[in-house]
Nanobody, 126 residues
Framework: QVQLVESGGGLVQAGGSLRLSCAASGRTFSMYTMGWFRQGPGTEREFVAVISRSGGSTNYAGSVKGRSTISRDNAKNTVYLQMNSLKPEDTAVYYC???????????????????WGQGTQVTVSS
């Protein structure tokens, strides 16, 4: 089992940057594919980015591709999401998630993830 705690959210002007962090408990962090999702007001939770267990493979939603970078440090049990050129439409609660034991590779589906953090709010002002 793994517990996840996000940090790094806040209020930023359009065009600015933020780096989100997600600290995981437990000694098996490197065994989990890790993802970032977000949920805006009145919207469903949507995929943002995913990183493989080793960090060697990543994928991004089209809406953030080219502006965001997901990375991980398995020695520190932490996954990061660097977001640049932020837009007002990036405003959302951002969640990190660890893929569950039955992970089938459909990284864009929230149902593939068995563990979730509490979320961190990102607000981008225009």
């Amino acid at each position: 089992q793994v517990q996840l705690v996000e940090s790094g959210g806040g209020l930023v002007q359009a065009g600015g940057s933020l780096r989100l962090s997600c600290a995981a408990s437990g000694r098996t962090f490197s065994m989990y594919t890790m993802g970032w999702f977000r949920q805006g007001p009145g919207t469903e939770r949507e995929f943002v980015a995913v990183i493989s267990r080793s960090g060697g493979s990543t994928n991004y939603a089209g809406s953030v591709k080219g502006r965001s970078t997901i990375s991980r440090d398995n020695a520190k049990n932490t996954v990061y999401l660097q977001m640049n050129s932020l837009k007002p439409e990036d405003t959302a609660v951002y969640y990190c998630a660890a893929a569950g034991i039955s992970y089938s590779g459909r990284y864009y589906l929230p149902s593939e993830y068995g563990y979730w953090g509490q979320g961190t709010q990102v607000t981008v002002s225009s």
